[in-house]
């Protein structure tokens, strides 16, 4: 592979003489310094946040515009690798749990759940934690915040597994609740969480209006040891989707009193397993709540490359079942030396790099919920965010510069 990169990249330079497009760029003017923006109360239709591990930041980008608008830290570089911001129901806070040492990376150290104002992004309050949150490569289960809004549950890992309990509007906290055999964390209503435990049940956490917690097991819903679920589970309205090693969707109900478990279905037919299809990627579902949408990141590839890029997004009916549509993902290496070389999107120098540089595909996807969609992809590393037409498939737009290590991509 890295042959062929390399004959590649020499193969555009050449033609960067000629291509159409290639003309060298003007030279850049001083960019202003000083300005303080303040972000409109409610985000954009095609806002996202994108965390990356090397930076240790969450940043806010338009993927209309390719613009980055705001960012967040996570507390001290290295440390607490966990970026996971969660949004107010009104859109006016951002709570972010971040750990930092007094010595940097050694010392005292102090986890706090600081509150974000939503249009400045700067820092409103810090509420003082126990210093036992989960440090692990970034995950979209590490906190969880209540559907009402008032309580936010950190997942700890000190190697013992328990929930910190916080209460964001009261700004305390509230309870640490020890969950033996039980990690990460999900909100499943107003005052309730769950977490996934061991032999394939759920623990369910349960507040009072104090935040008093009642614990209790769901029968097992999945066998760990004959096709484990993968972490990364998606919600759609009042329903978690999680799918299995094998590409089975599980289907968590938290509407009502007590959650229910759907029967689980496939993502792949017997032809597709033939053709050793697996899902796959760090981020590797997304849904479109509006429509019943589920968009699934796949690969070819063995057993247990559950993790390994994709470069095709298959998009289901979530109440049917059934497959309505397949997305070729745009190739973002080709889109990063086309815009170091100055080449025009959409000329004959596009189509060349498109045609000769390999495709690393995917990691990492997001699709918006408003009524015209955009599926945001990317990768691990220095290439740019695709957005692609949600409905078409079709590459609309490119987010340069957007990180080194894309990890988490979230909505606002």
């Given amino acids: 592979m890295g042959a062929r990169v390399a004959w590649a990249l020499l193969a555009a330079s050449l033609l960067g003489a000629w291509l159409p497009g290639s003309a060298a760029r003007a030279e850049l003017g001083a960019e ?3 300005r ?3 972000l409109p109360q409610r985000p954009g239709p095609h806002w996202f946040w994108l965390s990356d591990v090397l930076l240790h930041r969450t940043a806010l ?3 209309d515009t390719g613009d980055m608008l705001g960012l967040l830290s996570g507390g001290t570089a290295n440390v607490g690798f966990v970026v996971d911001p969660l949004f107010s129901p009104d859109h006016r806070e951002i709570y972010l749990p971040e750990s930092f040492y007094s010595r940097g990376v050694r010392g005292d150290r ?8 939503g249009q400045t992004l700067q820092p409103v309050q810090e509420i003082p934690i126990p210093p036992k949150r989960a440090e692990y490569y970034p995950g979209n289960a590490a906190n969880a915040l209540s559907d009402d809004g ?4 950190v997942f700890n890992l000190t190697p013992a597994q328990s929930l910190t309990l916080v209460d964001v509007r009261a700004r305390r906290f509230v309870k640490e609740v020890d969950t033996p055999g039980c990690g990460l964390v999900f909100a499943a209503g107003p005052r309730r969480f769950f977490m996934v435990c061991g032999d394939g049940s759920l623990l369910v956490v349960s507040l009072g209006a104090d935040g008093a917690p ?3 097991r769901t029968k097992p819903f999945f066998d ?13 309205k009042d329903a978690w989707e999680f799918v299995s090693y094998e590409g089975m969707i599980h289907s968590v109900d938290v509407s009502g009193t007590e959650i229910r478990f759907s029967e689980p279905w496939s993502l792949f037919d017997d ?5 050793s299809w697996r899902i796959g990627g760090n981020q590797h579902l997304a849904v479109h709540a509006a429509s019943g949408r589920l968009f699934a990141l796949v690969h070819q590839g063995p057993a247990d490359t559950h993790k390994k890029s994709g470069r095709a997004v298959w998009v289901y009916d979530i109440a049917s079942h059934k497959r309505v549509q397949q997305i070729s993902l745009g190739n973002p290496f080709a889109a990063f030396v086309r815009e170091q070389m100055g080449f025009a999107r959409g000329g004959a120098g596009e189509w060349m790099l498109g045609a000769v540089l390999p495709n690393p595909g995917a990691d990492i996807i997001l699709v918006t919920q408003d009524e015209s969609p955009v599926l945001i992809t990317t990768g691990f590393g220095p290439m740019p965010a695709l957005v692609h037409d949600a409905r078409t498939g079709k590459v609309i737009g490119e987010v340069h510069e957007a990180g080194l290590a894309p990890t988490l991509l979230f909505g606002p």
């Fill in 61 to 63: 980008f338009d993927a």
């Fill in 32 to 34: 202003p310094v000083g």
């Fill in 150 to 153: 008032q309580f936010l549950a």
């Fill in 110 to 117: 102090t986890d706090v759940v600081t509150v974000y104002d």
């Fill in 271 to 275: 032809a597709d397993r033939k053709a």
């Fill in 224 to 236: 760990p040891n004959q096709d484990p679920l993968t972490e990364k589970a998606v919600r759609a």
């Fill in 36 to 38: 303080v923006a303040t």
């Fill in 214 to 216: 009642a614990l209790a």
